[in-house]
């Protein structure tokens, strides 16, 4: 069993930058695609960028494509999510999660996925 911790939200001004990490235990990442997604009030969890198990792969939602950076270091057991220009609307709480497969492919369907963390608030200001 693979545990997810998310930290690094947090109040920003618009167009400022928060880096998300998403520390796992329990298991090392090496086997697991992982994945970010957030909800916002009132809405459905959604999804937001996904990494294959090695890195190689990646793949954004078109909101905030050319603005987050989703990576991983297997070493450190740990992913991350860069976030740069953000928007109001960006507000939501972040959620990491984790797929295991021996495939490098990502998912983007939250239904594919086995483990997630507890969430971490981003909050945006205008």
């Known amino acids: 069993q693979v545990q997810l911790v998310e930290s690094g939200g947090g109040l920003v001004q618009a167009g400022g930058s928060l880096r998300l990490s998403c520390a796992a235990s329990?298991?090392?990442?090496?086997?697991?695609?992982m994945g970010w997604f957030h909800q916002a009030p009132g809405r459905q969890r959604e999804f937001v960028a996904a990494?294959?198990?090695?890195?190689?792969?990646?793949y954004y939602a078109d909101s905030i494509k050319g603005r987050f950076t989703i990576s991983r270091d297997n070493a450190k057991n740990t992913m991350y999510l860069q976030m740069d220009m953000l928007k109001p609307e960006d507000t939501a709480v972040f959620f990491c999660?984790?797929?295991?497969?021996?495939?490098?492919?990502?998912?983007?369907?939250?239904?594919?996925?086995?483990?997630w963390g507890q969430g971490t608030q981003v909050t945006v200001s205008s």
């Open positions: 990494i294959s198990r090695t890195g190689a792969n990646s």
């Open positions: 999660a984790a797929k295991a497969t021996p495939f490098r492919a990502v998912y983007t369907d939250e239904a594919q996925y086995d483990h």
């Open positions: 329990g298991r090392t990442l090496n086997n697991y695609a």
